[in-house]
């Protein structure tokens, strides 16, 4: 029977527990571990643990796998995930859309009638209806100060309004899809570079106003993707011809996102900066990077991987101060200290795809790196 | 060949007879939404519990399950039940659990996970805290505290041996099937199992002894 080594034993106890081994290295082992203490305690513990293992005990599935499962397979539209309190409100936009539709057909009735115009003695036209909807959003801080408000308009950004960068607590008139865009002064603005620009005769912006559209200026040219991102098919980025303050707010190509983050971001602490990010990419990049040099940022989210976001969002599990409500789609509020939301953005943009155009960590809140930052992010699925 | 061909059809047939889930299985690849929903209910927590084992992370498991379960819908047809389908579907949970155990890796989340965990939890500084347990520690140990120790390790055993211990150990799949779902050797498995077992008691035994090479001295 030949003699074997400690090493050699300890390797082959699991072997040796089952059976495993051959009949000579069997007993050389038996022999090795009749004379060795410090393998006998070895072989305890192998035992051990393979006990503890064994006695690991199954865990009841969660109670979500199935309707997960088929909600994953049967995607419902975006209007049933609403809450149910809330489906009224998709009779809104209905029911605006009919009303214009009624009041342009008897405009055009009235237009084509003269005797029926003469009757009445009223203008073809009717004058031109009120918004149909508004929302106002609560923010403060580094959105009315240091974010542009014209960034997060369509085509006019140029001309700040007073309010825009006076103290906090400002009524702002958030509009959902084309308010876009930090895009609209970063890459997704394209094409209309000039509005980003004050218009000639248009009072002088604010100095923080002027100091972003500079950075603006800058990233645009460095990035050098601008005709691309204006070319892609950015739901909502494009700005549209109409200025804002006629649009309407609410289910535009955000469908309910504004809705939603907006009273979501009342929840939030710190800072906040309220936008929707279509589905480009570019679009991210730029307002990530826009809402990171002003070190502060509420994002919703839009069109993201769900699996992506919740990746992203993995490590941070557990915090009291973040929370997830996948009830309503992916929404997490949250106020991390810049450097855990420079890691959040960076993670999440490299799992969703996107390339971050610089690290956010250089741009957190420079004057306070300890400034906690609010953060919110929407995600539909 | 006709006799080839006839023996692997009743091969086929054989473990779709051994199958309990053939029926089920059939009626689900006709368009039958309940039926695959039933089958969703029959395996959820046999593959819950591996990618839980797997992965060491209760929302994680849970995002993969249901992934399972969508590529298996997607993949019914192709599914031939040359071997049965509960196998079939642990083949695809591992393999999904080893795509996502190496894109944390790429993803250094190990580094996320130091920042972000609880003080206390798993790779914090309960490990520098304790005592050095004595010769007897692992049987002076609480079982219930051993067997966290052991819950905690596991997922530091090398992905492929703990593929293996938790098939073989906690769900208690036969070493063939084991070879069947990972595409190797039967020996492999067994290989694969006692390289697992043994780098578990050494992770365990360090748990117990951090200052020590070995947790235990000489006994009477």
Redesign the interface.
Known sequence: MSTRSCTHVRADLSAYLDGDLDSSAADATSAHLAGCAACRSELALQRLALGALRGLPDLPPPAGILSGVRARLHPEPWYRRLPAGRRWLFGVPVGALATLLVVVGLSLFQARSPGLQEMTGRSPLPPAPPPLARRDLRAKGAFDAAAPRGAFRGGEAAAPEPSAVAGADKEVHHRAAPAFPVAANGPGATGNAAAVEPKAGASRPSEPRRQVVAKNEAFREESGSVENVAAAPSRGVAPRPEPPSERTTGRGAGQGSAMLAGEQATASKGFRIVCLLPASGDTVDAVTRLLVREGAGVIAVNELDPRAVRAAFAPYRGRRDLQTDPARGWTVTASLPPPAFARLLTSLASRAGLRLLEQPAAHAAPENPARPVGLHITVFR | MTDSTGAGERMRDAAAEADPDAEVVRRARTGDQGAF?QL??SH??RT??VA??MLG????A??L???V??QA?RNLGQFRGEARFGSWLLAIAVNQCRNRLK?WKR?E?SQ??S????VGEEGSGLRRELPDPG?TA??ALE?RQ??E???EE?THVDEEYRTV?VLR??QDVAYEEIARILEVPVGTV?SR??RG??M??EL??RRLSPHDG???????
């Open positions: 929903e969703v209910l959820q927590r819950f519990n839980y084992r992370d209760y929302d994680e849970l995002d399950t249901q992934e379960f969508i819908h894109h993803r989340r996320h996970d920042l972000s965990a609880p010769p692992a049987e079982g051993l067997e120790f052991v819950r596991l211990l150990e906690l067994k199992l006692h077992r043994t578990l008691r365990v035994r070995r947790g235990e001295t000489e006994r009477s």
